[in-house]
């Protein structure tokens, strides 16, 4: 009985841990998605599939809790308030295999290669820079800004 008892008690502590770390990231998501939406006339962010990044090893943590899908919501929102834009580049676009400055396709690029080097003009990319960039410009020539 006692036993039992305790293992009650647990489940209620572990819930209340759970709770608490929900409510944090989600205090951190609003302030980060208000900063954002304070400091830009527009956002641009790629619409990733989360299942497939879940199921990608070194990826699963930080997204099969859906964070991203909440802080596109909550940006979405505030932009919105303010006047202000959103643009969700599509999911297959290629945001990382494109060379910014020729526009080129690597379609060799890997998930292990971060910094990578363009075989049609040789500029030495970062990935993620790279990825950045593009998704920028993209957003912009949807918004006619370009
Ligand atoms: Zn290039």
């Not at 304070?38 to 990044?53: F, G, H, P, S």
């Amino acid at each position: 009985m006692k036993g039992s008892k305790n293992r009650a008690k647990q489940r209620q502590k572990v819930a209340e841990l759970h709770e608490k770390v929900a409510n944090q990231r989600k205090d951190f998501l609003h302030k980060l998605s208000r900063q954002i939406a304070n400091a830009y006339t527009a956002v641009a962010i790629e619409d990733l599939n989360m299942r497939a990044m879940a199921q990608c090893l070194t990826l699963a943590k930080s997204t099969n809790d859906n964070g991203f899908g909440m802080l596109k919501t909550f940006l979405a929102y505030k932009l919105a308030e303010q006047g202000k834009q959103l643009v969700t580049i599509d999911k297959w676009y290629p945001s990382s295999k494109r060379c910014r400055y020729c526009q080129a396709i690597n379609e060799e690029l890997t998930l292990a290669d971060r910094i990578w080097s363009c075989k049609c003009c040789g500029a030495e990319l970062d990935r993620d820079i790279n990825a950045a960039i593009n998704i920028k410009n993209e957003g912009c020539r949807i918004l006619g800004i370009a």
